[in-house]
């Protein structure tokens, strides 16, 4: 099992900057192909953000935050990041580390509990 600690979330202006971590701990990380997920206020979707490999060789992203946000992971540290650049209002979420077998497509077999981007336009 691996339980996922979430930190970096916070309140930005549009156009900003956030960086995103998820710690890991239990069974070996660098097994787990990681990813991001998100839930907008009042949304009942969660919604597949980015994910990244096992060696983190390959990444995939939703459409809406390519060019914008960055994906990737330290094995060494066992963390996971997502740099998020040009914030939009719409990024707005709780954002959800996740880890999985696979990086495509990645579903989720183990969560964090979240942490809360606020953007303000």
């Known amino acids: 099992q691996v339980q996922l600690v979430e930190s970096g979330g916070g309140l930005v202006q549009a156009g900003g900057s956030l960086r995103l971590s998820c710690a890991a701990s239990?069974?070996?990380?660098?097994?787990?192909?990681m990813g991001w997920f998100r839930q907008a206020p009042g949304k009942d979707v969660r919604e597949f953000v980015a994910?990244?490999?096992?060696?983190?060789?390959?990444?995939y992203y939703r459409d809406s935050v390519k060019g914008r946000f960055t994906i990737s992971r330290d094995n060494a540290k066992n963390t996971v990041y997502l740099q998020m650049n040009s914030l939009k209002p719409e990024d707005t979420a709780v954002y959800y580390c996740?880890?999985?077998?696979?990086?495509?497509?990645?579903?989720?077999?183990?969560w964090g509990k979240g942490t809360l981007v606020t953007v303000s336009s």
């Open positions: 996740g880890a999985d077998h696979t990086y495509y497509p990645f579903r989720g077999e183990y």
């Open positions: 239990g069974r070996t990380f660098s097994s787990y192909a």
């Open positions: 994910s990244i490999s096992r060696s983190g060789g390959r990444t």
